[in-house]
């Protein structure tokens, strides 16, 4: 490929908010890049609103009228004369017709090109590039196939299957199937939900990885074609399909499958001239056979595991990239330093169901200290809308070992204080002392099926919980505080720490 000529990026504007938007202006304040941000009506005090060097109000609170406006970002871009848009993660980020709005708009895209945007996010176009690049994916039928065709083919593929919808996306359209007999119900059941939460009724039917591990590579290419993996993280730890907790390596990998798995995630990049930063998301099953998932074109939510046990600046690269620059390291130059733990801090209620928690936070008391990097969108005083999504933060540790990380993730979430709103804090210092989970010994069924934390709320416990509330204000005030208590344990973190170091020599 010719030498892509150096462009000089001297403003750019951040196309989204939390805190996803304030480590993209501190990447670029320390590049000496001026920082645009945008608000609507509910993010107006909000962190990265007050971090930019310039904030444009583009509308209410809805994401229609003012995040996934394609029309007032250009116009605030133009107003603010930025050089190029940095989209973040979720929003606009993996929607092809804006990164093209952006460059037709004569401004620097901080992304891959359009059409690996395209190609990765349409399941039928991914699947059928990543077979012809000799990429493993899971075994399944090709998209787009009538009813009657997918009955035909499914007992070849094998049970148990998975019914999934080609523009699904967070568990929608998307069905377990163990039997032929429950097969036709169910593939209608998804094309009707796809088609009412997608407008795309297709279907189509992938082999059930049962007992899987979530693994997913980072990539980084440049424009000249050189493409490196950055290892991989262990997302297994979800509920209803979302994330809660990541960690870097994995306690699975072993050096012969990493070097198999790495260079298979270079080959799908490379598949589609990626350019940037990028995630391959995989599935290894119980025998470490592994298969293509998806590509998600874009900066993770959990890269800063990546980056600290590699010591690289994912979002700076990114710049570079875009920049025309070449990467700044080889993959010979990459080597895994030390374990990283990310607990991802939510909103939410894990006592009641994680029923999503607003207010105004009254208190807050942020973790510090060797090893601990917090990610976060917050503040004392920040009132938490229903808008959109719930994370607040993430609270990232680092240890020489796998062991280490724990501890140091066990004290940061006990030093955590988040008063005013309830969050997810509990949930995570409970399974820091989940004996499957310290072992490695997890996969991605493991918080519905093996993981036990609040009780069943039965009505009559509703009445109770709500009657006692009334009596005893104090008390529910506490809890609405989240004041976490520490975890009392029978044994020391060092004696715990010698024990576990002994068990794995």
């Known amino acids: 490929m010719e030498q892509m000529p150096i462009i000089n990026i001297k403003k750019v504007l951040v196309a989204n908010r939390g805190e996803i938007a304030v480590r993209i202006i501190r990447a670029c304040r320390e590049l000496g890049i001026r920082t645009v ?87 039928e176009a991914a699947r059928e590039t990543m077979k012809k690049a000799g990429v493993r994916v899971v075994p399944g039928t090709d998209p787009g196939l009538s009813k009657e065709e997918m009955l035909a083919i499914a007992p070849t593929i094998g049970f148990p299957l998975m019914v999934k919808a080609i523009a699904g996306g967070g568990g929608k359209g998307m069905r377990i199937v163990r ?93 589609v001239h990626y350019v940037g930063a990028g995630t391959i998301e995989c599935l290894v099953g119980k025998d470490r056979d592994y298969y293509f998932l998806e590509m998600n074109t874009r900066i993770q939510v959990e890269h800063p595991i990546t980056e600290l046990i590699t010591g690289v600046d994912l979002v700076r690269e990114q710049i570079r990239v875009a920049r025309g620059r070449r990467l700044s390291f080889k993959q010979e130059d990459l080597q895994i330093k030390g374990h990283a733990l990310e607990c991802r801090i939510n909103a939410e209620d894990p006592y009641y169901n994680f029923m999503p928690s607003v207010g105004r936070i009254s208190t807050y008391l942020a973790p510090s200290g060797p090893g601990v990097r917090l990610d976060s969108g917050i503040y004392e005083g920040y009132e938490i809308t229903p808008y959109y999504d719930p994370m607040l933060a993430k609270l990232v540790c680092w240890g020489d070992t796998r062991a280490e ?17 309830k969050t997810n804090i509990p949930f995570h210092q409970h399974l820091l002392n989940n004996q499957r989970f310290l072992a490695g010994n997890y996969d991605t069924e493991f918080v519905e099926h093996h993981f036990e934390f609040a009780p069943e709320y039965s009505e009559d416990m509703e009445q109770v919980a709500a009657i006692a509330a009334a009596l005893v204000e104090h008390v529910n005030r506490q809890q609405a505080s989240q004041i976490v208590r520490r975890n009392e344990r029978d044994t020391s973190n060092w004696k715990w720490l010698s024990r576990w170091e002994r068990m794995h020599r």
């Open 37 to 123: 941000s945008v608000y609507s009506d509910a993010d107006r005090e909000s962190l990265h609103v007050r971090q930019a060097d310039e904030a444009y109000h583009i509308g209410p609170p809805a994401p229609r009228e003012s995040y996934l406006s394609v029309e007032k970002l250009l116009d605030v871009a133009k107003r603010a004369k930025v050089d190029a848009i940095h989209p973040g993660y979720g929003f606009l980020s993996e929607r092809t017709h804006f990164a093209e709005a952006v460059i037709n708009a004569g401004l620097v895209w901080i992304g891959p090109p359009p059409e690996a945007i395209r190609i990765m996010g349409d399941k």
């Open 179 to 271: 039997t032929m007999e429950e097969l036709p119900a169910s593939v209608e059941t998804a094309m009707r939900e796809a088609e009412s939460a997608f407008g795309d009724g297709r279907v189509y039917l992938e082999k059930l990885i049962e007992g899987a591990r979530h693994i997913e590579f980072q990539i980084l290419a440049d424009h000249e074609g050189n493409t490196v993996h950055l290892f991989e993280r262990e997302c297994s730890i979800q509920r209803r399909h979302q994330k809660l907790v990541e960690e870097a390596p994995s306690p699975i990998m072993n050096d012969e499958l990493r070097a198999k798995m790495g260079a298979m995630a270079v080959a799908a990049a490379k598949a």
């Open 405 to 421: 990380a724990i501890i140091r993730m066990r004290r940061a979430l006990d030093e955590y204080k988040v008063m005013g709103i």
